[in-house]
């Protein structure tokens, strides 16, 4: 049993699986780059919620620290990721094969909040997309009657549009060439006659992206929820590497977020 500090200081007992080896059942190259992993892991695939992530470890001894990928999806007893090779770490990742192992710890942090009966858009930036993936698959199968609509920006290759296509009631993307995920947003309340009242924002990507949404979501009185990327040691608040300033002092992105308001984060206008 692990002790793990709550966001408002306190403390609560809770069960949190240590690192633990899960087997590989498929290895996807989406793109030349970006890969997807589905790993075999009933403990995740059973906790896990929308916005939270997990820490995976190369199989190279050499490398200490793990990765952090948020949780992409989940089907029956299995989870995925989806990431970019962006080094050698990742590189390791993009070569396993189905039957290999990899060792896993998570689900970590706080996730979304998707409660109440607004619409949400699911605004994501490149490699910010997967954990939006994993948030409308679970509005797509909760019996209540919320909406997603998709709002991806791409740089260029659009990896993940049938992915959005099949879980969200919209799913509207665009590139660097096209213009940017404010622009989608834009379109989207223009045609909207309750031009924006219904709406609430789920985003996840680059920080200067999301805080162009924060603020121009907070110009139109539109809540958003912001999930953090950041450079983590542990992944559950020792390491004290992935510390935010917030309205509230810093924080750590891995046990007080990754999810942080627009208001939490002093980027609401």
Known sequence: ??????????LHTAFRKPRHSAAILRVEHLTPTITRLVIQDSYVATHAAAGQFVNLYTQ???RMMPRPFGVAGIEDDTFSVIFAIVGSGTRDFSLLEAGDRIDVLGPLGHGFDMSGKRT???VGGGLGIPPLLY???QIHDSPSAQAAVALFGYRDTRF???FAAELCDKALSIDEREGNVITLLDRVID???QNGEAFSILSCGPHPMM???????STRGIPA?????ARMGCGFGTCVVCVQDTVDGRKKVCLDGPVFTAENLGWAV
Do not use: C, F, H
């Not at 929820?225 to 990327?229: A, K």
């Open 1 to 10: 049993m692990t002790k793990v500090d709550e966001p408002d200081g306190g």
């Open 60 to 62: 190279d001894s050499a």
């Open 120 to 122: 949400l858009l699911l």
């Open 135 to 137: 948030a409308a698959q």
């Open 160 to 162: 993940a549009d049938a």
């Open 191 to 193: 045609s909207d006659p």
């Open 211 to 217: 805080k162009a949404v924060a603020q121009w979501a």
């Open 225 to 229: 929820q912001l999930s953090l990327e």
